[in-house]
């Protein structure tokens, strides 16, 4: 008996993907040339039975021939279902090369991530995550480029970086972002500063009025810190890193302001005193950026996950 139908139809015209049958009717057809039986090439496949059956006639009407002849003994192939099959085999060996080069540029892919964080992210979260990470990618070598988040936005728009850490108050222009914290900013002195004595707030002219340890201009810290006070603080000492900055203001060189996430142990030890203000907002959101369009994919996906968990 046929599977072929009396209706059969000659090939419909339009687009190469309209006619020629699809991968994995292909694919079925070669299972029933080499086992000599649709079931059995229905349960190779992992697919049933009534499924195959309607896969091969849905190929057979496409094509306009008839394809398998199936009796009580078994199936055969047609003579054109054993011409078929020889071309059939070529396309899927064809595929088969086409999904191994696509695994190797995954794979090429997947063994580097490139990093840009703005400071505070790079010293104080990313660490953990990257640790977090390699577990579940060892074989991922990761780098890490620190700078301020004008530097992480001209990285990942220059291609340079697969994913960026950004602490500023807008979104670089060029880029995509999520919200993966949120941080605020707080004055220190050391404790023989005067202010580490005051029982009162600092008010926000008090604050813009004082020279301060300063992040430089590009950092999202300084960002925030010239938004609250309308551009008006006062640098003392400009520094390139939040390490130094804190360094800076444990020496006794005067007022600075930094994250509350770079100051933890200090506050806890007192080798740094917290100055409450009043009148300013200083609060902030960190963010994962990608280049506008390119949503993250392998071990950036993976991290920016991580980030989020």
Known sequence: MSSGTSEEQPPVTGSLAHRVPELGALELLLAVARLGSLGAAARELGITQP?????????????????????????????????????????????????????????????????????????????????????GRPDTAVSLHAGNSA??????????????????????????????????LIVVVAPGHVWARRRRALAAAELAGTPLILREKGSGT????DSALGGLARPLIELSSTTAV???????????????LAVGEELSLRRLVGVPVEGVSLARDLRAVWPTGHRPTGPARDLLSLTRG
């Open 246 to 260: 804190k360094a800076a203001a444990v020496s006794g060189a005067g007022p600075a302001v930094l994250s509350e």
């Open 151 to 184: 530097a992480v936005a001209e990285r990942l728009l220059s291609g340079e970086a697969d994913l960026g850490f950004v602490e500023g108050l807008t979104v670089p222009a060029g880029l995509d972002s999520a919200v993966i914290a949120h941080d605020r």
């Open 222 to 225: 300084r960002q925030v810190l």
């Open 51 to 135: 499924a195959a059956s309607s896969r091969i006639r849905s190929m057979e009407r496409q094509l306009g021939v008839a394809l398998v002849d199936r009796s009580p003994r078994g199936s055969r192939l047609t003579d054109a279902g054993a011409l078929v099959t020889d071309w059939a085999r070529r396309i899927v060996e064809a595929a088969q090369a086409f999904d191994a080069g696509a695994q190797a540029l995954r794979d090429r892919r997947d063994s580097r991530l490139r990093v840009a964080a703005s400071m505070t992210i790079a010293e104080y979260l990313l660490p953990g995550w990257l640790v977090a990470l390699r577990e």
